[in-house]
């Protein structure tokens, strides 16, 4: 037992990796991908070979279960492209729902399935779980195809959705087009599963997919910093570069810094759930959510801002990342839904560091 | 990463919260109502020394670096760094200004701890190994025309012989009215910049070492903030602190010190506004549960809403102090990740109060005044150990690049 926030060597490597096939492979193709609706043959075959997808999966489900693993390795993709990640990253956020679903049978199988990557699982987050049999809208549910499966993660439970009850739609959205851009609609409300869950479980399967839009969220919002500072070095403005400028200095002091913010509690949460502390981490993933929803947000809106002009067109990818960014914090139920899981805890939530 | 209190700091944390709760905050509170410090003398600090605090508390030799680590006899350890942000939380949620009043080496100890020369260290940190009185150090940087630019420093030393004399003004330095020793920064040639610097210990005593006046602050006031004048103060060659061969060879070596000084102290510094900001959300937290009926349905739901946006800085916070604490421990330089903490920590304690505040409203407010004091504390966390502007400068020189953030 220890507190030591430091990464383990073989993660911090993992991210250096991670961080090279986004900058190499994934950066240059991000515009064809958003264009074509889907990411291109390099930029798949650089996700897949690094292997990450297996680190979002419970180890009886044949996953490598390493969540802060995880966690620095999809912030460290969305730093070359978030479009496609919707996509391409499976089970990723529905491994929420394969940590608790109480048939470990079935939570088996259908990750075993993804792993594959043949079979995509669609992440739904609902009030409650009987809920389901009304049907509902899930924005911006990855594939182009219908997928295998709906995984739905409910304030009392979780349940599983056939893919056959599922019709995809196009979407209107402003942004991961390289994911397909559709929508799915539950047309056939019969869960294959429906299981209560106690509160702590249930924040969990909530918790893995925030962990996870959470951190492509930094991703972006640190690419957008780092295309700001290296364009506010050299651009002249009044006599001095751009970020020569105190007033500006001192805007990307304080997006990086939320930035950093967000980023510690995210690994934190995931340090949390791997343990299998669920109160601790669901309760820490559902607050740094926040904090990356607002560190994404604002540090994408500096890409744009200290670029001026030059960043609202499309010749730099600072309006992508301001756009990916603010379809980003409406997945999983946005703010709301995270205020409301907090806010049902607020009295009795867990401290963990206090003692 | 680990994330799982080991016993010996959470007993440590248990330790600091029992002092607190019969001994820090109550004197706090008084010595609010008194404005003024609480004294040197108070049976308190007595009480402390002869349990043996200063060997092991939150502002004392251990916490300063001055004790090697021992066997934890539970597997991996949490690091002192780490360990001593955690406590120092604990201690500022009960009261900040009675906290830093505490005996130990304070701000003194972490300059001597790594930069002086191994009799320095036994001479000046070992005497805070006792169980007799209650002693005190002190760090004096800041002068009245050098606040937040510290390389403008004018407090001059020249070397005399076997001595060194220094003279000038320095101000806002904690606990310096009532220290043993003060590390004192000076500069040996004001045109030299951050290369002129250099550290000294001033022994309390010293002829030419003057207190000007203990300041009479908004809050915080359980500690004194002094200013002290040094006018030909003539201190050893043996005070200065790492010797002369510290400073020689490298450039800006005295700045440097100064830097890495500031690097361990101000997560420690960060993390007291967490405690504040956990103590303003608890005594909402209470007020919402006992006092806010059940029936007051949309009041109730809103204000608990707003506790979960406390809580958020204040783990988020935290784990920032964490986390440049633990690459203090690892060894990894940590000046962005400390500054990061210093700058977010104290506008989310802030805000945590102000919202705390709404939530009770007036009446809550007035009636045990606690948070009404809270109010005043805090602002000083945005100010001591580097104004939020200096730590959105040292992030931007960073992030950006020292060529570019002058």
Known sequence: ?355 | MELELDRSTREAIETIRGLGREHLRPLGMEADRLERPIPPDHEFFQMLVRAGYMERGPRSLDAAGGLDDAAAGDGRRTGRAVRNVLVSEEGAYWDRGALVTLPGPGLGGPPVASMGTPEQKARFLGMFATRERPLWAAFAMTEPGAGSDVARIQTRAREDGDEWVLTGQKMFSSNSARAAWVVVWATVDPDAGRNGHRAFVVERGTPGFEVLRVEHKMGVRAYETASFALDDCRVPAANLLGGEAYYAGRANRGFGGAMATFNATRPVVAVHAVGIARAAHDHARDFVRDEVPSHAARRRRRALERLADIRRGIEIGRLLCVHAAALVDAGTPNGREAATAKMYAPPIARRAIETAADILGEVGVLRDRYLEKLVRDVKMLDIGEGTQQVQRRIVARHVIGSDIVR
């Open chain 1, 1 to 355: 037992m220890a507190i030591d926030t430091n990464l383990a060597e073989e993660v911090a490597e993992l991210e250096v990796h991670a961080r090279a096939a986004a900058r190499d492979v994934l950066a240059s193709g991000a515009e064809g991908a958003e264009r074509a609706h889907a990411w291109s043959e390099p930029m798949a075959r650089a996700f897949a070979e690094l292997g990450t997808r297996g680190l979002w999966v419970p180890a009886d489900c044949g996953g490598d279960d390493d969540l802060v693993a995880a966690v620095v390795a999809v912030e460290a993709f969305a730093t070359g492209d978030a479009g496609g990640l919707l996509g391409a990253d499976r089970p990723g956020p529905a491994a929420g729902v394969l940590r608790v679903l109480p048939d470990r049978g079935r939570a088996r199988a259908l990750a075993e399935a993804a792993l594959d990557g043949g079979t995509m699982l669609a992440t739904a987050l609902i009030d409650a779980v009987d809920d389901v049999a009304a049907g509902f809208r899930v924005p911006w549910a990855p594939g182009v195809e219908v997928p295998h499966a709906l995984v739905v993660a409910a304030t009392d439970g979780v349940a599983v959705v056939d893919g056959g009850g599922l019709a995809a739609e196009p979407a209107s959205a402003s942004a991961l087009w390289a994911s397909g851009g559709v929508a799915l609609q539950v047309v056939d409300g019969d869960a294959i599963a429906r299981h209560p869950l106690d509160a702590d479980d249930a924040l969990v399967a909530r918790a893995v997919p925030r962990l996870w839009a959470g951190a492509v969220l930094c991703g972006v919002g640190q690419a957008a910093v780092d295309y700001a500072v290296a364009y506010g070095r050299e651009r002249i403005v009044f006599g001095l570069p751009v970020l020569g400028h105190q007033a500006n200095a001192f805007d990307v002091a304080w997006a990086t810094a939320t930035l950093e913010a967000a980023r510690t509690g995210l690994r934190a949460a995931a340090c949390h759930l791997a343990a299998g502390r669920a109160a601790d981490g669901g309760w820490l993933a559902t607050l740094a959510w926040l904090e990356a929803r607002d560190a994404g947000l604002r540090a994408t809106d500096l890409g744009v801002q200290m670029l001026g002009g030059h960043g609202y067109i499309h010749d730099h990818p600072a309006q992508r990342w301001y756009r990916e960014a603010r379809m980003l914090v409406l997945l999983f139920g946005g703010a709301d839904a995270a205020l409301d899981d907090l806010a049902d805890r607020a009295l009795d939530a867990p401290d963990p560091l206090v003692a």
